[in-house]
């Protein structure tokens, strides 16, 4: 007797829609629907309610007939084919919600579905189902999603999101940063606009872009002054690779641009450069993930930025990372890519923008070691207290603090330069710790938090500053500044705490 395996499907839904774990996936999955529906305007109002988040998605596109609501609503029942969504698992993440309302016209028709409390049930074991009504209309075609009661935890409230952060994620995980139309004549431009509500963020009245990564203007040349390449950049105009694998053969679609730190600057950039250039690979080119062992180790990744599209590409379900790393097409792209960047890093263009960066540097080093001896002793002469200026200054700072102090603190290692510079002995264990004059400084030199255990500095620094970037956030995560208890509370995926020892308060203790 034979017999099919079966399937769950409330378990099958609920894990599914368990999968996108960032709410701003939610617009990263409406953007790419209202694309297909060849949308030429796409707007997101978003309010933070006591219930949950309070979303509305309104597009011009051509709307769903019953056949594609039914695509919606379903699991695994997708019209589309090797794009992106064809597996049907996106729009489920409208399911963490207490009411989703679709309105939609299509050649005439309305049509209008809701669903009510579609977590709960899941959550109860139980398969939500949705009411759907039609009637004839002469209202213009486009699809109105109405999502109440969205559970995206802290997401979506007003500590967390900003426009800041939601320009970032539109140019770098949806299509909204898409590449396309360097390669797509019929690539249809799509403008976006996004409203947050006033207590969510109301620093401005609302967000305009549109589908395309857009590269800065060109500068080949070098400017004048102490950081002659910064603002250099060049673009390397769109190509398509040919990629040979073992059982046949792909194609990569592949454009970009190296430039300077002024330049990178002129992208949506947020917090760290070392966390978004490099090489990226993409789907529907849309970019998914970096590949910057694509780049030879003799050239700093962060000064490329270059996005490499290949359909054969097969993503998570939450479509935030490529599943099929072992399969040979994968492996073949990386090393055509690795050949591709290893010829742009023989240009002649690039080897003058590295040897500008380099000549500025040593005369920077030597202006620097020139006036460094007698500006030191200057200051030692006139300054009527100790109070460090760097990161030497602190060390030798804490370790006299332990004449005073009740808590003896003591550096073992440290390493000028690196992220973790040091390392100290407090309560008989040795902990990772980046030490600066201020608290500040830390932020303002992009160093990471999730590496560092201690943040030793002489005081915090400039406490409007602290509070922007608990506004703001930090290299993609959010930063609580505790100092009744001495300690930075940081959120980016999991939770890390992060104790300040403040040199000063403990010669004043």
Same mark, same amino acid.
């Given at each position: 007797?034979?017999?099919?395996?079966?399937?769950?499907?409330?378990?099958?839904?609920?894990?599914?829609?368990?999968?996108?774990?960032?709410?701003?996936?939610?617009?990263?999955?409406?953007?790419?629907?209202?694309?297909?529906?060849?949308?030429?305007?796409?707007?997101?109002?978003?309010?933070?309610?006591?219930?949950?988040?309070?979303?509305?998605? !309104?597009? &011009?596109?051509?709307?769903?007939? @019953? *056949?594609? $609501?039914?695509?919606?609503? =379903?699991?695994?029942? /997708?019209?589309?084919?090797?794009?992106?969504?064809?597996?049907?698992?996106?729009?489920?993440?409208?399911?963490?919600?207490?009411?989703?309302?679709?309105?939609?016209?299509?050649?005439?028709?309305?049509?209008?579905?809701?669903?009510?409390?579609?977590?709960?049930?899941?959550?109860?074991?139980?398969?939500?189902?949705?009411?759907?009504?039609?009637?004839?209309?002469?209202?213009?075609?486009?699809?109105?999603?109405?999502?109440?009661?969205?559970?995206?935890?802290?997401?979506?409230?007003?500590?967390?999101?900003?426009?800041?952060?939601?320009?970032?994620?539109?140019?770098?995980?949806?299509?909204?940063?898409?590449?396309?139309?360097?390669?797509? !004549?019929? &690539?249809?431009?799509?403008?976006? @606009? *996004?409203? $947050?509500?006033?207590?969510? =963020?109301?620093?401005? /009245?609302?967000?305009?872009?549109?589908?395309?990564?857009?590269?800065?203007?060109?500068?080949?040349?070098?400017?004048?002054?102490?950081?002659?390449?910064?603002?250099?950049?060049?673009?390397?105009?769109?190509?398509?690779?040919?990629?040979?694998?073992?059982?046949?053969?792909?194609?990569?679609?592949?454009?970009?641009?190296?430039?300077?730190?002024?330049?990178?600057?002129?992208?949506?950039?947020?917090?760290?450069?070392?966390?978004?250039?490099?090489?990226?690979?993409?789907?529907?080119?849309?970019?998914?993930?970096?590949?910057?062992?694509?780049?030879?180790?003799?050239?700093?990744?962060?000064?490329?930025?270059?996005?490499?599209?290949?359909? !054969?590409?097969?993503?998570?379900?939450?479509?935030?990372?490529?599943?099929?790393?072992?399969?040979?097409?994968?492996?073949?792209?990386?090393?055509?890519?690795?050949?591709?960047?290893?010829?742009?890093?023989?240009?002649?263009?690039?080897?003058?923008?590295?040897?500008?960066?380099?000549?500025?540097?040593?005369?920077?080093?030597?202006?620097?070691?020139?006036?460094?001896?007698?500006?030191?002793?200057?200051?030692?002469?006139?300054?009527?207290?100790?109070?460090?200026?760097?990161?030497?200054?602190?060390?030798?700072?804490?370790?006299?603090?332990?004449?005073?102090?009740?808590?003896?603190?003591?550096?073992?290692?440290?390493?000028?330069?690196?992220?973790?510079?040091?390392?100290?002995?407090?309560?008989?264990?040795?902990?990772?710790?980046?030490?600066?004059?201020?608290?500040?400084?830390?932020?303002?030199?992009?160093?990471?938090?999730?590496?560092?255990?201690?943040?030793?500095?002489?005081?915090?620094?400039?406490?409007?500053?602290?509070?922007?970037?608990?506004?703001?956030?930090?290299?993609?995560?959010?930063?609580?500044?505790?100092?009744?208890?001495?300690?930075?509370?940081?959120?980016?995926?999991?939770?890390?705490?992060?104790?300040?020892?403040?040199?000063?308060?403990?010669?004043?203790?």
């Amino acid at each position: 007797m034979k017999k099919s395996p079966q399937v769950n499907e409330v378990n099958e839904f609920l894990e599914t829609a368990s999968d996108f774990e960032d709410p701003l996936e939610v617009i990263r999955e409406s953007l790419s629907n209202s694309y297909d529906a060849e949308a030429s305007e796409v707007t997101f109002e978003i309010h933070s309610r006591t219930e949950g988040s309070d979303i509305i998605i !309104e597009d &011009d596109g051509t709307g769903m007939d @019953r *056949v594609a $609501l039914e695509t919606f609503f =379903d699991l695994g029942n /997708s019209q589309k084919t090797d794009s992106i969504g064809y597996k049907g698992h996106g729009t489920k993440i409208f399911y963490k919600s207490e009411r989703i309302v679709v309105e939609t016209v299509n050649d005439g028709t309305a049509l209008r579905a809701t669903m009510e409390k579609p977590w709960e049930k899941l959550n109860d074991r139980v398969l939500p189902e949705y009411e759907v009504s039609e009637e004839t209309t002469d209202l213009e075609q486009g699809t109105r999603i109405h999502i109440q009661g969205f559970k995206s935890g802290q997401g979506f409230d007003p500590t967390s999101l900003t426009y800041n952060k939601v320009h970032h994620y539109l140019k770098w995980k949806t299509i909204a940063g898409s590449t396309a139309h360097y390669f797509d !004549e019929e &690539d249809h431009k799509m403008e976006i @606009r *996004v409203k $947050l509500g006033d207590e969510v =963020d109301d620093t401005q /009245s609302e967000l305009r872009t549109n589908n395309r990564l857009e590269f800065p203007a060109e500068q080949l040349r070098p400017s004048t002054g102490r950081f002659p390449a910064e603002r250099m950049c060049k673009i390397y105009p769109p190509q398509e690779l040919t990629v040979d694998y073992d059982g046949g053969t792909t194609t990569a679609q592949v454009v970009g641009m190296i430039g300077g730190k002024a330049a990178r600057n002129e992208l949506p950039t947020y917090g760290k450069h070392s966390a978004q250039f490099g090489v990226w690979l993409a789907k529907d080119f849309i970019k998914v993930e970096r590949v910057n062992e694509a780049i030879s180790h003799d050239n700093e990744f962060l000064h490329f930025f270059f996005v490499a599209n290949c359909q !054969e590409l097969e993503l998570s379900a939450n479509r935030g990372k490529i599943r099929n790393k072992s399969h040979p097409v994968y492996q073949a792209l990386v090393e055509e890519l690795d050949h591709f960047l290893s010829k742009v890093a023989e240009t002649s263009w690039f080897k003058d923008y590295i040897e500008q960066r380099r000549i500025a540097e040593l005369d920077r080093k030597a202006e620097s070691q020139l006036s460094s001896v007698e500006e030191r002793r200057e200051q030692v002469q006139q300054r009527d207290s100790f109070e460090p200026t760097n990161q030497a200054e602190v060390l030798l700072a804490l370790e006299r603090s332990n004449t005073t102090a009740p808590e003896p603190v003591h550096a073992e290692d440290f390493q000028m330069g690196s992220d973790v510079n040091a390392m100290i002995r407090k309560d008989g264990e040795v902990w990772s710790s980046s030490l600066h004059p201020t608290l500040t400084d830390h932020f303002e030199a992009e160093k990471p938090l999730q590496s560092v255990e201690k943040i030793v500095c002489w005081d915090l620094g400039d406490r409007d500053q602290l509070q922007e970037i608990e506004r703001s956030g930090y290299q993609g995560g959010d930063v609580i500044f505790d100092f009744a208890e001495d300690e930075i509370i940081y959120k980016n995926g999991s939770t890390s705490r992060v104790e300040i020892i403040q040199v000063e308060d403990r010669f004043q203790s």
